[in-house]
């Protein structure tokens, strides 16, 4: 199931650096599972492949390449790219499977360290505060508040 991109950016505004990480990834397996939907409509089904691709992309130029981790973590993103990439170049679906199923188990390892996260500070300072829930006026109107913050998103 595909989260809105309104999700995301909720999600993205008040998360942590190892969450960011974690929604990377189901951005990407969400991109890709769209491109499984859409093979028969070349334009869809490559944009998908390409916005995975893109993603992927994000996770590897962040790699800290000091430690031992990020060079495996970079074998594993290159051959996923390379899956991809093959599935993009010759419309076929026969290698999404298995990118899907490599990022999912290192989604489920990144979750488990989430679990243990000490730092629990989002990325974003000043973010705007995101709350659930409805007000109804005494006349039975719609009301809504926001709060406006200038400085949002940005330290002061």
């Known amino acids: 199931m595909r989260i809105s991109t309104e999700d995301y950016v909720a999600r993205i505004a008040n998360a942590t ?3 960011l990480v974690i929604i990377n990834y189901e951005i990407i397996i969400d991109y890709l599972n769209a491109a499984k939907g859409s093979v028969n409509k070349k334009k869809d089904f490559d944009f998908n492949l390409e916005k995975a691709r893109q993603f992927l992309n994000e996770l590897r130029v962040s790699l800290d390449m000091q430690y031992t981790l990020s060079k495996y973590l970079m074998r594993l993103y290159l051959y996923v790219d390379q899956q991809i990439a093959y599935c993009q170049f010759n419309s076929r ?3 999404i499977d298995e990118s899907i199923k490599i990022l999912n188990s290192l989604l489920e390892g990144w979750k488990k360290i989430e679990t243990n996260e000490k730092d629990k500070t989002p990325v974003m300072e000043n973010a705007q505060q ?5 007000t109804y006026g005494k006349n039975g109107s719609l009301n809504e508040y926001v709060d406006m913050k200038t400085n949002r998103g940005f330290k002061v």
């Not at 995101?130 to 409805?134: D, K, R």
């Open 17 to 19: 650096q190892l969450q």
């Open 93 to 95: 679906t026969e290698h």
């Open 130 to 134: 995101l709350y659930a829930g409805l």
